[in-house]
C-alpha cells in the first residue's frame, strides 16, 4: 500500500491503493431517505395533514418547533410583513439581495422554452404548447442555518415560468424569523407563506389544508423527514428530486493556491456533518500543502466543529495518476459540485458527462454559485446526476403535444393506425381510426 501522509481532518485516498475502489464506495454511500421506523412516524404525520388539516399542522408544528399556537393566523406571513422585512434590511444586504436576484432571473429567462407546431403537405398539425404550473410549492430549510438563497433559486424560475400561485414554507424553531429569508421571498414575487416545516409541511402543500393552499409540484431541499414525505407524496403531485447532503469534487492541477482549496472545501463542509468535500488532484506535494492548510486555517472558522464532522466523516484527499484518472474519477462520483481548478477547464468540459454544475477555473469559488452567478444552486445530489439535472424553468411547466388531422391525414394515418390496432387485437381502437378513413 502506498505511504500518504496524513492529515488530523481529512482521510487521504490514493487510486493506486489494493483498497481504493471499496474506500470510495464507503466514502460516497449515502441514504437519502428514511428507514421503515422513520417511513412509519412520516406516514402517520401525512396521513393526520391528509385527514384533519390546519388541526394536525398546527399541533406537529408545535411539537417539533418548541411552538405554542393555536391557530394557522399566527404561522401565515402576509405580503406587508414580507415587505416590511425588505424595506428594514441595511442597505448593503437589500442592494447584495437585488443583485443575485436580478442575476438569477436574467439567466433563467434565457431558460423559458417555446411552444412550437408544423404543417404536414396534406394539412396536418403538429406541435408542442407549452403551459406553466398553477402553483408551486417551495420548501425553504430553517433548521441549522437559514436559507435566503434558497428562497431565490426555487422561487425566481417558477414565476419566470409563468407559475400563477408561488407557495413557500419555512420552519422557524422556537419561532426565529429570519428577516433576510421574508425579504427574499417579497423580493421572488412569493404569493403566501406559511412558518411550518418537516413533513407537515410538505403533507399541507400535497393535500391541501383549510389555509394551505394545495400545490402541484414541491420543490426544495429539506432534512430527512422532508426527503422521505416528498417521496411518499409523490404522485400526489410533482417533486423536484430527492435531495441528499450538499457536496463538491474539486480537481487541481498543481498551481491554485491551496488556502484557496482549503476554503472551497470548507465551504461544502460547514453546511451540515453529511456534506462531502472531495480533493483531486495528481501532484503529490500539493495535497501535502493542502493537508497542511487545512489543519491551518480550519481553527480559524466559526463552524469548525460542523466542518470538522464532515470532513472526518465524508471528505477526502484523492490522489490519481494523471488527468485521464482524474475525468473517470469526476464521471464515477457524478458530484453535485464540480470545480475545475485547472489551466485550461475547456479542454475538460467535454469529457465531464456527470455533473450537477461546473465552476470554471480557479477564480471561480463554488460559493459564487451559490449566491448570485445566476444559475440554480438546487442540484442533483448523491450520484444523481447521472440522469438529472439543475432546478430551472423547465421544472415549472409541463408540455401537451398538439395533433390537428386533416380529413386527407386522418386518412392516411388511419390506415396505419387500423393494422396495429388489429394486431394487438384492440379492435375499437381500429374502428375508430376506421371511421376518419376516406373511400
Not at 388539516?53 to 410583513?81: C, H, K, Q, Y
Request: charged share 20%; aromatic share 6%.
Amino acid at each position: 500500500m502506498t505511504e500518504i501522509p496524513a492529515s488530523s481532518a481529512i482521510s487521504r485516498l490514493s487510486t493506486a491503493d489494493d483498497d481504493f475502489d471499496s474506500r470510495l464506495q464507503s466514502l460516497l454511500a449515502w441514504e437519502g431517505v428514511s428507514g421503515a421506523d422513520l417511513q412509519h412516524r412520516v406516514d402517520e404525520i401525512l396521513e393526520a395533514v391528509r385527514t384533519r388539516g390546519d388541526a394536525a399542522v398546527i399541533e406537529t408544528t408545535n411539537r417539533f418547533d418548541r411552538l405554542s399556537v393555536s391557530s394557522m393566523t399566527a404561522l401565515t406571513l402576509l405580503p406587508a410583513r414580507l415587505e416590511a422585512a425588505y424595506a428594514g434590511l441595511p442597505p448593503e444586504q437589500r442592494d447584495a439581495l437585488s443583485t443575485a436576484a436580478g442575476r438569477i432571473r436574467q439567466y433563467h429567462e434565457h431558460q423559458k422554452p417555446v411552444s412550437w407546431q408544423y404543417t404536414e403537405a396534406d394539412g396536418t398539425v403538429l406541435g408542442q404548447q407549452v403551459t406553466p404550473l398553477d402553483r408551486a410549492g417551495i420548501y425553504v430549510p430553517g433548521g441549522k442555518a437559514a436559507y435566503p438563497s434558497s428562497v431565490l433559486m426555487n422561487a425566481i424560475p417558477a414565476h419566470v415560468a409563468g407559475v400563477r400561485e408561488i407557495v413557500m414554507v419555512v420552519p422557524t424553531p422556537d419561532g426565529v424569523l429570519n428577516e433576510l429569508v421574508l425579504a427574499a421571498a417579497h423580493l421572488a414575487g412569493v404569493d403566501h407563506v406559511f412558518t411550518i416545516g418537516g413533513a407537515q409541511a410538505v403533507a399541507a402543500l400535497a393535500f391541501g389544508t383549510e389555509t394551505v393552499p394545495r400545490v402541484d409540484k414541491i420543490v426544495g431541499p429539506g432534512n430527512i423527514y422532508v426527503a422521505t414525505a416528498k417521496r411518499a407524496v409523490f404522485g400526489q403531485v410533482g417533486i423536484d428530486m430527492i435531495a441528499g447532503p450538499s457536496e463538491i469534487v474539486v480537481v487541481s492541477d498543481g498551481q491554485t493556491p491551496v488556502d484557496w482549496l482549503a476554503m472551497d472545501l470548507f465551504a461544502q463542509a460547514e453546511h451540515d456533518e453529511d456534506a462531502q468535500s472531495i480533493l483531486i488532484s495528481w501532484d503529490d506535494t500539493h495535497l501535502d500543502e493542502v493537508a497542511k492548510a487545512i489543519d491551518r486555517l480550519l481553527p480559524t472558522l466559526e463552524r469548525e466543529a460542523i466542518i470538522r464532522e464532515s470532513l472526518a466523516r465524508r471528505g477526502a484527499l484523492i490522489r490519481c495518476r494523471d488527468r485521464d484518472e482524474a475525468v473517470a474519477l469526476i464521471n464515477r462520483i457524478a458530484p453535485e459540485h464540480l470545480e475545475l481548478s485547472v489551466a485550461n477547464p475547456e479542454a475538460w468540459l467535454s469529457k465531464v458527462r456527470h455533473a450537477g454544475a461546473i465552476f470554471m477555473g480557479r477564480h471561480t469559488a463554488e460559493a459564487l454559485g451559490d449566491y448570485c452567478a445566476g444559475p440554480n444552486h438546487v442540484l442533483p445530489t448523491s450520484g444523481t446526476a447521472r440522469y438529472s439535472s439543475p432546478l430551472g424553468v423547465y421544472d415549472f411547466q409541463k408540455r401537451s403535444s398538439i395533433i390537428h388531422c386533416s380529413p386527407e391525414g386522418a386518412s392516411a394515418l388511419a390506415r396505419t393506425a387500423s393494422i396495429l390496432a388489429r394486431g394487438e387485437s384492440l379492435t375499437a381502437h381500429a374502428r375508430s381510426a376506421e371511421y376518419r378513413l376516406k373511400d
